[in-house]
Nanobody, 122 residues
Framework: QAQLVQSGGGLVQPGGSVRLSCAAS????????IGWFRQAPGKEREGLAT????????AYSTLTKGRFTISRDKANNIVYLQIDSLKPEDTAVYYC???????????????WGQGAQVTVSS
């Protein structure tokens, strides 16, 4: 019964940073990939970043514009997404997901976290 449980998010300040967590339960982060995605109201899901679990290699969507960092804590089965220089347009529900391929395509993932709301507002 593998599960991804997310934490973090909430109301954050423009220009600040947020760190989202994706904790794996029931499996070890040794194979495949974890991706981060977001979905704003009325918009389609966007791919942000992915990390290859075998070696920690990261890849990013062009829409991240250098403000997103994906990382892992292998010992504790946690993958993080840090967003810097937050903007109001970053407001969305953020999801982590597990899959077999190192990709930012949402359709390649099958094991999804519950989502975490990030609201960027003063």
């Amino acid at each position: 019964q593998a599960q991804l449980v997310q934490s973090g998010g909430g109301l954050v300040q423009p220009g600040g940073s947020v760190r989202l967590s994706c904790a794996a339960s029931g499996f070890s982060l040794d194979y495949g990939a974890i991706g981060w995605f977001r979905q704003a109201p009325g918009k389609e899901r966007e791919g942000l970043a992915t990390i290859r679990l075998s070696d920690g290699s990261a890849a990013y969507s062009t829409l991240t514009k250098g403000r997103f960092t994906i990382s892992r804590d292998k010992a504790n089965n946690i993958v993080y997404l840090q967003i810097d220089s937050l903007k109001p347009e970053d407001t969305a529900v953020y999801y982590c997901a597990g899959g077999l391929q190192w990709t930012i395509r949402a359709s390649d993932y099958y094991n999804w976290g519950q989502g975490a709301q990030v609201t960027v507002s003063s």
